[in-house]
């Protein structure tokens, strides 16, 4: 689990609720008082503390059968490869696309699957990636800069972080258990005003530089 905000406090309790195996939760931020609304594995007592230590005790306690490696550490570009190797799923919860895209691009190279969500506003999105297409086949070259925005600066409703998560946990439940059909390639677009869902089919691009065709 990459990022125990909004996104990880609710795929976290679901994971371990269901018993995998063995959960690593990747993230150097402390917790705050601020983004509490959306998650509620969090205290406001928990304030300063680092949230992937945190998100491991709450593991703990909720299945002591789980074992979980919290680590506060920085993903990116560098960091990536190993933070990730090792793994069966990578569910990526973070806010915004440099580290999302240094997280898919390692993803890629390394053969992961990769389970991608996100929320802002009152939108959000959740999709299963199986190489190629890759999560930059989705959105480009683009937004590999850290300035884009994310939801910190934007806003998002609390609940809807607690719907996409949940949609993300129970696809990896699916993927991990091969419950059900293929859903790998196909985005899961959450509109939370309108109160509706609709899927949309992702398109390889062949100039994709992390899974496109060489030459």
Same mark, same amino acid.
């Given at each position: ?38 998650? =509620? &594995?969090? !205290?406001?007592? +928990?304030?300063?503390?680092?949230? /992937?230590? *945190? $998100? @491991? ?12 490696? =919290? &680590?506060? !550490?920085?993903? +990116?570009?560098?960091?990536?490869? /190993?933070? *990730? $190797? @090792? ?26 699957? *990769? ?101």
């Amino acid at each position: 689990m990459i990022g125990a905000g909004g996104i990880g406090a609710a795929v976290i309790p679901a994971l371990a609720g269901a018993g995998v195996g063995a959960l690593t939760i990747v993230d150097p931020d402390t917790a705050d008082l601020s983004n509490l609304h959306r998650q =509620p &594995i969090y !205290r406001s007592r +928990d304030a300063g503390e680092p949230k /992937a230590a *945190l $998100a @491991g005790q709450f593991v703990r306690r909720l299945n002591p059968f789980v074992e979980v490696d =919290p &680590i506060e !550490r920085r993903i +990116d570009p560098e960091t990536a490869p /190993a933070l *990730l $190797a @090792g793994h069966h799923l990578v569910i990526d919860g973070t806010d915004n696309f440099a580290t999302r895209l240094a997280v898919s691009d390692a993803c890629v190279a390394l053969g992961l699957p *990769l389970l991608s969500a996100a929320a802002q506003q009152w939108q959000g999105q959740v999709g299963l990636f199986l190489g190629r297409p890759c999560y930059r086949c989705f959105v480009g070259d683009a937004f590999d800069a850290d300035d884009c925005d994310n939801c910190a600066e934007l806003g998002v409703t609390g609940a809807l972080t607690g719907l996409a998560g949940n949609l993300a946990a129970l696809l990896a439940i699916r993927f991990l258990t091969q419950a059900g059909d293929d859903p790998s390639g196909r985005l899961h677009l959450i509109d939370a005003l309108a109160g509706t869902q609709r899927q949309i089919r992702i398109m390889a691009d062949p100039g994709c530089r992390a899974c496109g065709q060489p030459g």
